[in-house]
């Protein structure tokens, strides 16, 4: 294998050696083992700096977005044993819930699904994402329950109770498509505004913005795009919490794959997942943070790309026509990643319309009335920068220039739908409990294959 002639730079030496998942773990235990962010590789590789086989054992990757394809199993106890049947409707929150799959006759106790993009029957700003988040953070949440008739016993009364995640023994996530190779940008070239998951508010036409979705060289498969340390049964964490890959998600295909997954909901951190409102309603964000042991030379091909060298491209919102392809280093590299309140440019606008278009709810007034930015709940997707009349949020989100159709187009970025600063956060925190031994990196039992 010869070493690959691009920007990012290795000498070629070690290559035809490997190294086995044991050894790995054998070097971690001792003490003497290289554990490197992505963005540690990518800052050495940035600054001219050869990094080679011999220099790293292990790369933490991660990312934070909307991933959309997202539930939760929950059962717990509503009722004493013989006071219904079974439930047939039941809502938290206002969220309505699935029950099942199991019956759970006459014993008082739920088992329910929730999906992360679910939406509460009173409040349309607040979903499934919510809710979880809601949960992690130790908030009591109510639980509405309409039990069932039975062919021989009419229903019992609806009845409500209070309930918290301790007091539920089984609160599990689960991912059916999270962490995707590749994402996409989006463009609305048509005259008319559309709502859509890709916005907080109505996407402007005419090319007069942009919105994009990825983490680019901070990604898993990014770095792994050939699966060779990700499989069936790698240990992962997802939002903070200790999980495991179960394949590949939907919609995933060789080129272009995601995963699947789940990590117990009692164990996870609030900053890294919630709910985020687009203007088709409630989506939910998740953080997976994923160990690479590297196994062979090969693998730095991958792992040493910088963000210029991964193509994004750019579509066209209502069909998903391929208009350019762009790259990440177009949206991240020149970017702030994170947005900046400075409060002595606040106008103190009478009636602050970021209070309203906020996706995270991050901005809120006090009782005096000021405005306070609630920086674990800012997603840094930039749409205040834009919306704030008097430019007290601040952070450069750059623009693209692309040639469609003949014609230069000059498209400003708006919204950002990945937060790649917490997921530097999740990257560096993964490798620091790599290092301390909290978290033992675990060989995939299977291959993820695809037909």
Request: with cysteine; net charge positive; aromatic share 6%.
């Amino acid at each position: 294998m010869e070493c690959p002639e691009k920007s990012y730079k290795c000498s070629g030496k070690g290559f035809g050696k490997s190294r086995t998942f044991s050894e790995i773990q054998a070097k971690i235990k001792a003490g003497k083992a290289v554990v490197l962010t992505a963005e540690e590789v990518a800052s050495r590789v940035r600054a001219g700096e050869k990094v080679e086989f011999e220099d790293v054992d292990v790369i933490t990757t991660a990312t934070r977005g909307i991933m959309s394809g997202t539930y939760a199993v929950l059962s717990f106890k509503v009722a004493e044993p013989d006071n219904f049947i079974r439930a047939s409707e039941v809502s938290l929150n206002g969220i309505p819930a699935v029950v099942g799959p199991c019956p759970n006759e006459r014993l008082g106790i739920l088992d329910l699904i929730v999906l992360g993009t679910a939406r509460s029957k009173t409040d349309p700003r607040y979903g499934g994402g919510h809710l979880l988040r809601e949960l992690v953070e130790g908030k009591t949440i109510s639980v509405a329950v309409k039990p069932a008739a039975s062919e021989t016993s009419p229903a019992s009364a609806p009845f409500s109770i209070k309930t918290s995640l301790s007091e539920m023994p089984f609160a599990r996530l689960y991912a059916t498509r999270h962490a995707f190779k590749n994402y996409k940008a989006f463009v609305n070239p048509g005259k008319e505004a559309l709502n859509t998951i890709f916005h907080v508010l109505p996407f402007k036409g005419d090319f007069q913005e942009m919105t994009f979705c990825g983490c680019g060289a901070l990604n898993p498969l990014e770095n792994d795009p050939h699966l060779e340390s990700i499989g069936i049964g790698t240990r992962v964490l997802i939002n903070g919490a200790e999980g495991f890959v179960t394949g590949y998600g939907t919609r995933s295909s060789k080129n272009n794959p995601n995963l699947a997954g789940f990590a117990e909901l009692r164990n996870m951190e609030p900053e890294y997942m919630g709910g985020f409102v687009s203007s088709e309603g409630p989506e939910i964000i998740n953080t997976w943070a994923v160990p690479l042991p590297i196994l062979n030379p090969g693998m730095l091909e991958n792992i040493l790309k910088l963000d210029k060298e991964i193509p994004l491209q750019l579509v066209d919102l209502a069909g998903r026509t391929p208009l350019c392809e762009i790259s990440y280093g177009d949206v991240w590299d020149e970017a702030d990643l994170r947005v900046r309140y400075e409060p002595k440019a606040c106008l103190e606008c009478k009636s602050c319309e970021l209070l309203r278009l906020c996706p995270m709810e991050a901005i809120k007034k006090t009782k005096t009335g000021k405005i306070k930015h609630i920086r674990s709940l800012c997603f840094n997707c930039g749409l205040c920068v834009s919306r704030c009349r008097g430019g007290a949020f601040k952070a450069k989100l750059g623009s693209v220039h692309c040639l469609i159709e003949g014609s230069l187009k000059d498209i400003q970025v708006t919204l950002r739908q990945s937060d790649r600063a917490r997921a530097q956060k999740a990257a560096k925190e993964l490798k620091n409990k790599v290092l301390s031994g909290e978290f033992r990196i675990k060989e995939a039992v299977e291959k993820i294959k695809f037909d």
